[in-house]
């Protein structure tokens, strides 16, 4: 899978949007960008995922620039408990899902202050 | 999306001794992961238990040392042999779901959060 490049961390005002930022410079056509999010002590959680179009739904906004090769996460009204890591990730999907597993990497420790 | 719970939710062992973790879920899956997360670290991907075929381990992970079972398609198991302190991490269990075509989503597990002294 291709790799993705995060900042380790970043801080953001409560009720501000959050906008992460994930590089992934070598994706392949075939490959989506997802993204999870890990609140302290809990299992990743499922963000949003998308192939090339933008993407919205009730947690979060991705933004895939034209060419692919980054793409921002956007959490319009952060509050504090999306105070998390957030994984930026790419991987192939198989029909069906039959491509697998996903591989994390450090992700960005995103701190929403009061 | 799916429910999964994972038994126990945390333990403390002694090095040698053996912990089984169970993962349940809500719905029949196929495809079902286990990962560790080691303190201050991102997950890692232990192994694919797909039911009806033998675990596939990753490099650095090996049967004798991590067992795993896939008895049904929304039950398994981990266990975690001869421990060791350097053992001592989260266990995640995680699936995925399809809703067709390619549009799936995966989901994890709560964790089990092992202490080996």
């Known amino acids: 899978d291709a790799k993705t490049t995060q900042p380790p961390s970043m801080d953001c005002a409560e009720g501000r949007a959050a906008n992460l930022p994930c590089n992934h410079s070598?994706?392949?056509?075939?490959?989506?960008v997802y993204w999870y999010r890990q609140i302290h002590s809990q299992g990743p959680q499922y963000i949003i995922h998308g192939l090339k179009n933008n993407e919205t739904n009730e947690m979060a906004s991705l933004i895939i620039t034209e060419d692919r090769k980054s793409s921002t996460l956007i959490l319009p009204h952060a509050t504090l408990r999306d105070t998390a890591v957030y994984y930026c990730i790419v991987r192939v999907v198989g029909y069906g899902g039959s491509q697998g597993n996903l591989i994390f990497g450090k992700g960005t420790k995103l701190s929403v202050k009061p | 999306s799916a429910v999964i719970s994972q038994k126990p939710s945390r333990d403390i062992c002694q090095r040698g001794t053996s912990l089984t973790i169970q993962c349940q879920v809500d719905?029949?899956?196929?495809?079902m992961f286990w990962y560790r997360q080691q303190p201050g670290q991102s997950l890692t991907l232990i192994a694919t238990?797909?039911?009806?075929?033998?675990?596939?381990?990753e490099s650095g992970f090996v049967i004798d040392k991590f067992p795993i079972s896939r008895p049904n398609l929304t039950f398994s198991t981990l266990t975690v042999s001869n421990m060791s302190p350097e053992d001592s991490s989260i266990y995640l269990c995680?699936?995925?779901?399809?809703?067709?075509?390619?549009?799936?989503?995966?989901?994890f597990g709560p964790g089990t959060r092992l202490t080996v002294t």
């Open positions: 070598t994706i392949s056509g075939n490959e989506y």
């Open positions: 995680s699936v995925v779901l399809g809703s067709g075509g390619f549009s799936y989503e995966q989901y």
């Open positions: 238990a797909n039911q009806g075929s033998e675990a596939t381990y």
């Open positions: 719905s029949q899956v196929t495809m």
